[in-house]
């Protein structure tokens, strides 16, 4: 059980479906839009990506394994109901992991490769992080072992979490019933947080379970007459792989250099923060367009 890996398990099958989506894709029997450099970038980005997490993978294990020594509880692997809280717990450290990797910028320069593809497809999946275990926020998940579940459980959680998630990249798949809709993260609901149209900015931060999302009013349903346009605000426009993996943390860094006195904000702010207000965050994107649907919004007739 402790060796038990659910992405190194699923490799092979990310590797046959991808193939298998570009074929029916060629054959017009599915939608999927790959662009072979595009592609190049995000397979060559989770192929780095693993070996850029050995870099702090024993700051991690040391971590967690201090943490689980002083664990509160013994929580056996071999106890059904174990997995079911572990289930749970992990995909609401997730769903805060993923937002807080959104609505603050030095997370966000870990995390935005992610989002850097313009297309859709499974490949898209596989565009991981470099730096995120720099970034630190692994530290999230160290609760769950003082609580005691072991760290093999943890780290097993994780991998089924990311292995759930690869599916939902693809435009092939319009809608899932909608009992599946309601509780479990879609591919539909997954379009809307890779959009980068207004209206679905900052939504839809969901692992496995959407519930997260209804609960916390980040929900936004997937909307027939507004389709998805894929991307960040500002595409980078570019398949340099270290540009797509490295360009937040330069363009921050750059930041600080040019206004020391607002350090604080150019890395713990939103994205788009700056300290005169000259640039746009998904807040000040979100609301313009509010202000924009309510003036073109038909007034009320005369006695209604």
Known sequence: MNDFNPVQLATPIF?????????LARLGKAKANYEARD???????????????????GLVVAATLWVYEHRLFE?????????AAIFLLEDLTYYWFHRLSHERRFWWAAHVNHHTSQHYNLSTALRQ????????????????????????MIAIQKGISLVYQYWIHTEAIRRMPKWFEAAFNTPSHHRVHHARNPRYLDSNYAGILIIWDRLFGTFQPELDEEPCRYGTVKNLATFNILRVAFHEWIGMAADVVRHPRHALGYIFGRPGWSHDGSRDTSVTLKA??????????????AGT
Not at 129 to 137: I, K, L, P, R
């Open 75 to 83: 929580i056996p692997m071999t106890a059904i109901w174990a997995w």
């Open 129 to 152: 992080t470099w730096t995120g275990g720099v970034a630190g926020t692994w530290a999230l998940w160290l609760p769950l072992a003082f609580l005691g579940f072991p760290p093999a």
């Open 39 to 57: 592609t190049a970038v995000s397979l060559g980005m989770g192929l780095f990506s693993g070996a850029a997490g050995l870099l702090t993978a």
């Open 288 to 301: 313009a367009w509010r202000q924009q649907q309510a003036r073109a919004a038909p007034e009320p007739e």
């Open 15 to 23: 590797i046959v479906t991808i193939i298998l989506e570009i074929v």
